[in-house]
């Protein structure tokens, strides 16, 4: 009995322990104005409040993946659905693109072991993340190296929504990475883009698959 009841309470709960920073800080500000509006007896408001504080929390989630990747695997860097595989302007690419809604998590994870490149950061739109033109949204490109070779790439481009208004890059160029080490986040709703050379993988995910950042093998190296 306490065993099941500890399992439901994990499941719904555990989450809480995987918050960022920054998100127990939005949610103290949320609660700190939430309290002082329950106190002079704005229920409605201040419960409205109170449940946006606690989404903030939940949003800025960040749980550990304890995944180890494969010398020959490319790493899923978000979590999200498939949008889309195809070529796009460059013909010896291939471009997988998530879309990430507000209820997954939007830390962005690397693609490979190896070094970062050049970061390369463009001003643009804010159309939703789901928009097959969102590819013109504000937008940050970081360079990812398999073993730091130029031709074993699979570059991570993170990608603005309508509502996110906000990228953030925690990394710099030519640092040593791992798979699965963070990359960055974008703020609520965006969309994420994986840049591969087309001859050298074999993409391992679908169109409409729900894909976990840090855990899902996104491709394979030929």
């Not at 989630?61 to 978000?78: H, L, N, Q, S």
């Not at 209820?103 to 490149?117: E, M």
Request: aromatic fraction near 12%.
């Amino acid at each position: 009995m306490l065993e099941d009841i500890n399992r439901t309470f994990v499941k719904c709960f555990g989450w809480v322990s995987t918050v960022l920073p920054m998100g127990l800080k939005f949610f103290a500000i949320g609660a700190v104005v939430a309290a002082i509006l329950l106190f002079f007896g704005w229920r409605f408001i201040g419960g409205l409040v109170l449940l946006a504080a606690c989404f903030c929390a939940y949003f800025f989630r960040d749980p550990k993946t304890g995944v180890t990747f494969a010398d020959d695997e490319i790493a899923c860097p978000a979590c999200g659905t498939v949008l889309s595989i195809k070529t796009e302007d460059d013909p010896n690419s291939v471009v997988v693109r998530i879309f990430l809604s507000v209820f997954d998590i939007h830390v962005q994870r690397a693609t490979v072991t190896g070094k970062t490149g050049d970061i390369f950061y463009n001003k643009g739109t804010f159309l939703f993340a789901n928009n097959p033109a969102a590819d013109k949204n504000e937008r940050n490109l970081i360079q990812l190296f398999k073993d730091g070779n130029p031709e074993r790439f699979a570059h991570v481009e993170q990608i603005t929504g309508a509502i996110a208004r906000r990228i953030e890059c925690w990394v710099k160029p030519q640092q040593d990475i791992k798979a699965g080490e963070h990359l960055g986040l974008v703020r609520f709703g965006s969309q994420v883009a994986v840049y591969m050379p087309k001859d050298k993988v074999r993409v391992m995910v679908k169109e409409g698959q729900k894909v976990q950042g840090g855990i899902t093998v996104l491709a394979l190296w030929k």
